[in-house]
């Protein structure tokens, strides 16, 4: 009886091991089958799940946003308002080498996007899914009474996703003012200041 | 008699006309050739100017960092402080349709400088110019007693590049929520806390 392979479950194998070669290597570095031989996979391993080397960072993308809100949804658990608001950007922020090799995935995705609708959907229904979560926080920090500068929340939603996607490109390539300590210090002064 | 050509001002001349095309139609929309027709030069033009279309993106990237450069330099003509900063910022971000184009120059650019120390190299020395500059403005809002916040220039500064550099990448992928007057929204009541 030939073996039955779930084709989304092998995608998601493929991806879960290739997006770190796209990340050290970059996405023009290599051809589809470079990176399924450093991978660990045979030559034509991927061709099947990954129409072209753009399908292939578009999984990658979401692999990455996946990775990101398994650790927000872990590190949030049980806090409320600033509290969960800050977890949540503490984790978005690329603060270790995963999440700065993770930022090395993102970037390329934004360049691709920018001349591919299907990415640049993608790319919204995420930022927005991240909107909607950080409104909640920040309604329940004003139940809480926690926010005392006369700004709306919206504001302060647009605030930290332009900071936190910037700080994804600051991390990776001006490394010197944006070290772990430096993006969080940052962070923290802001989330202070309301 | 032969004409002399002063090879930096045609490379320049070729830069101006040639970045507005790679910015609408993307770095790997076309090549080298057709970068240079769809801009109005003969078909071989860029070649001797540019060995490669990594070395005219780097051309065009140095070229907008200029650009609102001499913006900003205009804007702040006068002010001092908070409201040079104010000034500073309101030209770096991409405000009008000018500005979401230079965009498009600055993220492919980005995505090349991963894998390209020289990009980066440049990008970090971009970066340093504005810090120091954002520093200056800092000082002089503290000489004048207008900063109340306990928090230090420098994170300010972080805050501040990440920011805007953020906003480059949501101005293009995320425009429903990075308007224009969204953008200048946040960025003042971020100011207005100081």
Redesign the interface.
């Known amino acids: 009886m030939p073996k039955v392979v779930d084709h989304d479950a092998r995608r998601l194998e493929l991806v879960k091991v290739t997006w770190r070669v796209i990340a050290r290597?970059?996405i023009?570095?290599a051809t589809m089958r470079e990176i399924a031989t450093r991978a660990g996979f045979a030559n034509g391993a991927l061709k099947p799940y990954f129409a072209s080397k753009d399908q292939l960072l578009a999984a990658a993308f979401q692999h990455v946003f996946n990775l990101t809100n398994e650790r927000t949804e872990r590190r949030t658990t049980g806090l409320r308002g600033l509290e969960a608001l800050r977890a949540f950007c503490h984790e978005v922020l690329p603060l270790d080498e995963q999440r700065i090799l993770e930022a090395?995935i993102v970037?390329?995705f934004?360049?691709k996007?920018?001349?591919d609708p299907e990415k640049?959907q993608q790319?919204?229904q995420d930022?927005n899914q991240w909107?909607e979560q950080m409104r909640r926080y920040l309604q329940q920090a004003r139940d809480d009474g926690d926010i005392t500068?006369p700004?709306?929340d919206?504001?302060?939603v647009?605030?930290l996703?332009?900071?936190?996607?910037?700080?994804?490109?600051?991390a990776?390539?001006?490394p010197?003012?944006?070290s772990p300590s430096?993006?969080v210090?940052?962070?923290d002064?802001?989330l202070?200041?309301?």
Chains 1, 2 share one sequence.
Do not use: C, K, N
């Not at 996703?161 to 600051?170: E, H």
């Open positions: 290597e970059g023009d570095g090395r970037i390329p934004w360049q996007a920018l001349t640049a790319h919204e930022m909107r500068q700004v709306e919206i504001q302060i647009r605030h996703l332009s900071t936190m996607m910037g700080a994804q490109i600051m990776v390539l001006y010197a003012e944006f430096q993006q210090e940052a962070l002064a802001y202070g200041m309301l």
